[in-house]
């Protein structure tokens, strides 16, 4: 099946995705065994090597990926970085929980995604499904939901040790589904300690190249994934990330997929539609191979 798909591509259909690595993919399932998003992750890893890829980062809402990860890299031998999502589900804001974490392989910690108070603020997608699936889950998401900020609207002390278990450790770190000001208070705390920092959904709270530039300026990546440009409801168009992309370089941008839905292809595919827009867009090679290969190692901690 996967030299049939390949036959069916375009001439050098990889020729932007070698030695990519996605920063953002949900494994099959992540909410629940009812909602496939995908096909089998081993299938889909067997595909990205393919398409030419390194390798990618297993995500999950609610679990812990590491064994999962394990699992695909030694069948495959495609790398597959661990990670964990600092939802309620794993107990929060804990700095042991990082420390648990690392010591079963995480690469990434992601800071709270539909457990963050912004997220129950915006209704966010993800708390959507989740209440289809689970009757008593807007009680346990309002009764649960954590913020980053203390009430002077400061960095809070709970967040602050978590970067620093993360700097500790060498792990990298996302902002999940933080607000503006919360991804702002992360972002100057990490570059007061030398944390690597992964801006994810920027373009959720702002498309404001000014704000969008005061992230790169504090030394963090910004994240810009395919998942919103395929989304029936989404808001955003490949041109919307071109001017992101515009306003911040090359040099300070993530390109990823974080696609979740059984609409849309599977993440190698995904990511090679959003590069070839982005080629097409006037993207050169040298920046795509930037955003989707070298600064991806750089926010992993891996040898380029």
């Known amino acids: 099946m996967i030299d049939v798909m390949a036959e069916a591509q375009p001439e050098g259909f990889e020729r932007l995705l070698r030695g990519a690595i996605d920063v953002h993919v949900h494994g099959r399932p992540d909410l629940s065994a009812g909602l496939p998003n995908r096909g089998d992750d081993v299938a889909v890893a067997r595909l990205a090597q393919a398409y030419g890829m ?6 999950s809402h609610l679990w812990a990926t590491m064994d999962r990860a394990r699992a695909v890299e030694r069948a495959l031998g495609f790398t597959v970085h661990g990670s964990i999502t600092l939802n309620p589900p794993v107990g929060g804001l804990e700095p042991s929980v990082v420390e648990l974490a690392a ?12 457990g963050n108070a912004a ?3 915006r209704d966010g997608y993800i708390a959507m499904l ?3 699936i689970s009757p008593s889950f807007a009680e346990y998401q309002g009764r649960t939901a954590l913020t980053l900020l203390d009430p ?7 967040a602050r040790a978590v970067i620093d278990a993360c700097h500790a450790l060498g792990l990298a770190l996302a902002t999940g589904h933080a607000s503006l000001a919360e991804s702002r208070a992360v972002a100057a705390y990490c570059a007061t ?22 992230f790169a300026e504090m030394g963090a990546f910004l994240e810009f994934a395919n998942a919103p440009l395929v989304h029936p409801d989404g808001h955003l168009t490949v041109r919307d990330v071109h001017e992101a992309l515009s306003a911040v370089g090359a040099e300070h941008a993530i390109l990823s997929t974080d696609v979740f839905s059984r609409w849309v292809p599977p993440e190698p595919e995904c990511l090679r539609m959003f590069v070839e827009q ?3 867009l006037g993207w050169t ?14 926010f992993l901690g891996v040898p380029a």
């Open 54 to 59: 390194s390798g990618w980062v297993l995500k």
């Open 103 to 114: 010591a079963h392989g995480a690469r990434v910690v992601f800071l709270p995604t539909w």
């Open 119 to 121: 997220d129950v603020e």
């Open 130 to 132: 989740l209440r289809r």
């Open 152 to 158: 002077a609207g400061a960095l809070s002390g709970r």
């Open 193 to 214: 300690v030398g944390q690597r920092l992964l801006v994810t959904h920027p373009l959720h709270y702002s498309t404001d190249p000014a704000e969008l530039r005061e």
């Open 278 to 280: 982005l080629a097409y």
């Open 285 to 298: 090679d040298e920046q795509i191979a930037m955003m989707v290969s070298t600064n991806p190692r750089t």
